[in-house]
């Protein structure tokens, strides 16, 4: 189906976090999805999901790209993040390490981004656990994500919850940004705003 938006979305976060989990649940649910190959140095499959946004009543057409484990070995560059329209930053709320090194893939995407108006969804994975199973409290993380300006939401990719929502959402963010009107020096909403100084070494675990 032909859209009028074709948009690029990176998922990123930490190995072990549930990525392709996620990717693998809004696909089989998903009637409006189709798998192709994309070669490249990173990304060696790339999903192309049509997005029901609220703001155009066709669907939106999205690229999206995985890690492919490549994060494992700190090894994705600008490469991977050139020309994205939007970005979904994953931890695991069953993990401590994986809340701290958001800033880490923060700075990354402020960094390498080359869309100063990138649209960032900070998402919560394996939500469907016992609260004694989290480490990470969902009042901790809304209170991180507005400390940075951004949406958070959770999701579970066993229980396939807020999996095929948390990208209408970024869906209608991205859509904001490309159809309004540019103002200089105004902070705009869904826009990362860690500055460089904030960057902190990153906590890799063997997960």
Not at 61 to 78: G, H, N, V
Not at 117 to 146: L, M, N, Q, W
Not at 177 to 182: A, H
Request: hydrophobic fraction near 30%.
């Amino acid at each position: 189906m032909l859209s009028a938006f074709r948009i690029k979305v990176v998922v990123v976060g930490d190995y072990g976090v549930s990525k392709t989990s996620m990717l693998k649940s809004v696909v089989t649910t998903s009637s409006r999805t189709d798998v192709n190959v994309q070669y490249g140095q990173y990304s060696d499959t790339e999903i192309e999901l049509h997005v029901r946004s609220s703001l155009r009543r066709e669907p939106v057409t999205m690229m999206i790209w995985d890690t492919c484990s490549q994060e494992k070995f700190r090894s994705l560059t600008a490469s991977y993040y050139r020309g994205a329209h939007g970005c979904l930053v994953l931890f695991d709320v069953t993990k401590e390490s994986t809340f701290n090194n958001l800033t880490y893939w923060l700075h990354d995407l402020k960094e390498y981004s080359t869309h100063p108006e990138i649209s960032t969804v900070i998402v919560g994975t394996k939500c469907h656990v016992t609260p004694e199973e989290r480490e990470v409290s969902h009042e901790r993380a809304v209170k991180f994500a507005e400390s940075v300006g951004l949406p958070y939401m959770e999701v579970s990719a066993e229980e396939n919850k807020n999996v095929t929502e948390v990208f209408e959402k970024l869906a209608d963010s991205i859509l904001e940004n490309l159809t309004k009107d540019s103002t200089p020096n105004m902070q705009q909403p869904n826009r990362v705003i860690l500055s460089k100084q904030q960057k902190p070494k990153k906590q890799w675990c063997s997960c």
